[in-house]
């Protein structure tokens, strides 16, 4: 099967927060359940550059380079190889109109268009070097924004640890009007990725992101890092056939 979309990520700066179930549970798709790290739930504010976009291998005028904003929150569901571990959306902010609106319409992905900025300033950070990294969007009158600086050089995820737990997801899952679900595949090479210190995020969370949100974002994030990022391949999605009556 031929990828739908290519791009390149990079620089995806994740803060990642425990959240208590309740508040997830109302959003996961039908055919899957929360997936845990270690007995712990996270949600995690990823920002990074969308490079190089290609849909079905075409470029489109002034959309291949851009800025990208999610929540996003974590499930699995059994496939025919084990437990399939992927995202789901709870938000998904670009600086393009068209962007948004076909997500949307065609493919029911939480997309909002926001004017948005970026600090992306990593010379050196391969060698160690302090990088910085952030991500803002204006909404409501105001600009909203999260951040971090690197430290020390991107190293591979070690197995098992929060990072990987974090970083290597290869499905995406996507709840629908009639209450169905779409799957569908995301691969890329597994990230490096560097420790991350001084994190900020500067946000509305109650009125952006929805009350239930409002404690766990507005607290410590409990990890936060930035990995690499790399050339990214999305196949089209299917629909999970229905759960088995009990």
């Not at 099967?1 to 791009?7: E, G, K, N």
């Not at 470029?59 to 699995?76: G, I, S």
């Not at 709870?90 to 992905?109: D, F, G, Q, S």
Request: hydrophobic share 40%; proline share 8%; glycine share 8%.
């Amino acid at each position: 099967m031929r990828p739908f979309l290519t791009a390149t990520w990079r620089y995806l700066l994740m803060l990642n927060y425990e959240v208590d179930p309740a508040v997830l549970r109302p959003l996961v798709p039908r055919g899957t359940e929360l997936d845990a790290w270690q007995g712990h739930t996270f949600a995690s504010m990823v920002g990074f550059r969308f490079l190089d976009t290609r849909v079905r291998g075409l470029a489109v005028p002034f959309h291949r380079d851009f800025d990208e904003v999610n929540l996003r929150f974590y499930v699995r569901r059994q496939g025919p190889e084990g437990w399939r571990r992927g995202v789901v959306f709870v938000r998904e902010i670009v600086p393009k109109l068209a962007i948004a609106t076909v997500a949307r319409v065609l493919y029911n992905e939480p997309y909002a268009a926001h004017p948005m900025r970026h600090t992306v300033d990593m010379d050196g950070a391969d060698r160690g070097t302090p990088g910085h990294v952030a991500y803002a969007w204006k909404s409501h009158g105001r600009w909203h924004q999260l951040s971090a600086r690197t430290l020390g050089s991107p190293a591979e995820s070690t197995p098992g640890s929060q990072e990987e737990f974090i970083t290597e997801h290869y499905w995406g899952y996507t709840a629908q009007r009639d209450g169905g679900c779409a799957e569908y595949r995301v691969e890329h090479p597994r990230w490096t990725v560097w420790r991350a210190q001084e994190t900020a995020f500067d946000c509305d969370v109650a009125r952006f992101y929805g009350p239930a949100f409002a404690e766990c974002l507005q607290a410590t994030p409990h990890s936060a890092f930035v990995a690499t990022g790399s050339e990214v391949s999305v196949f089209p999605g299917s629909r999970l056939p229905p759960p088995s009556s009990p």
